[in-house]
């Protein structure tokens, strides 16, 4: 196990601590409503009307519209879900920018609204967009931005 001097003695480090300073991960809290209709094949349509503020429903309607080719509706619906996501986000104590873990389900939503708004954005053309939007991504989750792309 790796240790790290505090204090004028070594100590055991976890696996996650964070010695560059920078902000802790934020965890969204769990609304497992919308997650499990969506799993139990509820169309995304009437989960986004049902909890307009579920990241999860607008990233599933951007990618049903991107799948069928309809761009420019997807980029609408990606957009929803990154905006409902940052504010998310802004209630848990997010500063604009830190660690966003893939790893933790409830923040899924929002990282897959950004890697669908990045990926509409590129189809039409949005090139700073698009390079914003896969920035942030990678930024805010590493393991988010390999999975999803």
């Known amino acids: 196990m790796a240790a790290v001097r505090r204090w004028g003695r070594l100590e055991p480090m976890s696996?996650?601590?964070?010695?560059?300073?920078?902000?802790?991960?934020?965890?969204?809290?769990?609304?497992p409503e919308p997650r499990e209709l969506l799993a139990s094949g509820a169309a995304p349509s009437e989960v986004a009307a049902k909890y307009p503020a579920?990241?999860?429903?607008?990233?599933?309607?951007?990618?049903?519209?991107?799948?069928?080719?309809?761009v420019v509706e997807s980029y609408a619906y990606a957009r929803t879900g990154y905006h409902?996501?940052?504010?998310?986000?802004r209630r848990s104590g997010w500063k604009g920018h830190g660690p966003v873990p893939f790893e933790h389900e409830p923040?899924?939503?929002?990282?897959r609204a950004l890697h669908a708004l990045a990926r509409a954005a590129q189809a039409?053309?949005?090139?700073?967009?698009?390079?914003?939007?896969?920035?942030?991504?990678?930024?805010?989750?590493?393991?988010?931005?390999?999975?999803?792309?």
């Open 84 to 89: 409902r996501g940052l504010d998310a986000l």
């Open 15 to 31: 696996i996650h601590e964070n010695l560059l300073g920078g902000p802790a991960p934020t965890h969204l809290p769990d609304d």
């Open 54 to 70: 579920s990241s999860l429903a607008w990233a599933q309607l951007a990618d049903e519209a991107f799948e069928a080719g309809r």
């Open 124 to 149: 039409i053309g949005e090139n700073e967009e698009y390079e914003r939007c896969s920035t942030f991504l990678r930024d805010s989750s590493p393991t988010a931005a390999n999975t999803l792309g």
């Open 107 to 111: 923040n899924r939503g929002f990282l």
